[in-house]
């Protein structure tokens, strides 16, 4: 049996409960390939500063480093909301994919079609919505300098610089043209070229880098018409390119098609250690109480076994098992309907059907 070492970083409000269970769906899933899970936790964000005065330590920082994987929970909350920038939990999560170089988040869009009735967006409208959003995680303006607040002539002027290199862009490209190969064969790569320079550099280099992908269609959008065309006509999307803070809120904006943000995994991926971690949030107000909605942070660990591990197969199995439950009309209170046929169920409740599920599939294999 093979060993593979995996950090988890649970964070703050109910990230303990999320990565609890999704630990727990990890590791039966990867026995039944041979493949033995240990993990090891360590203190992330808000907690950790409470700890040790930093939202991340070096010590955690090099653990995640030596890591296969690293499952992370949320970080954040009203605690810590006015703590200088550079303490606050989040500070933690963007030295994390610095530090781990994880250039590339993958966000992918799924509508399971037990929760079609979930989302604001009519289901004729949803119908074949299958959409990976590829979004370059380690430059733009989240990073780029000058950053800064100062007095000019009696007036206060705060700075932020969007900032992009032709390397930059074409690392994240090449990643999102060779996830293109393994789905439908499709790249939109969104921009605002109209008006900023950033951008136009970044449509010149997807449309040099596509001549080494013959078998990928590229396309090119503004991203405004992208943010209508997501809630108008998202099934025209198979993968979507596109920079930092762009991609911060598309991504969340795809979100809502699902019916809950709590539904989303996401995979930071670069040449070192692969980051995963549901989209939501820390949800302070339902810790502890056995409210949250676990299945984002369980579909997290079925990236990390297609992306980090190479268990494709273990991957499928888990995303099947959670097809399985919520099929069955099992539902956690974010996805919760008052209609026939549905039943509300709690965190540790959800990971248990699904665990059932997986359980299934291995003896089957």
Known sequence: MTTKQIAVLPGDGIGSEVTSVAETILKAACAAYDVDIQTKNFLFGGCSYDEHGTPVTDDTLNSCLQSDAVLLGAVGGPKWDDLPSDHRPEAGLLKLRKTLGTYTNLRPIKIYSALMGASSVKPEILEGTDILI????????????PRHTKEVDGDTVATDAMVYSKSEIERVARKAFEAARKRNGRLCSVDKSNILDTSRLWRQTVSDLAGNYPDVELSHMLVDNCAMQLIRNPGQFDVILTGN????????????LTGSIGMLPSASIGDKTGLYEPVHGSAPDIAGENK???LAAIASAAMLCRYSLDLSDAADNIEAAIDDVLATGYRSGDIYASTQGEILIGTKEMGEKVFGELKKKAITR
């Open 245 to 256: 803070m762009f991609g911060d809120i598309l991504s969340d904006e795809a979100s809502m």
């Open 134 to 145: 590829v979004r370059e995680l380690t430059g733009g303006i989240y990073f780029g300098q």
């Open 292 to 294: 949250a909605n676990p």
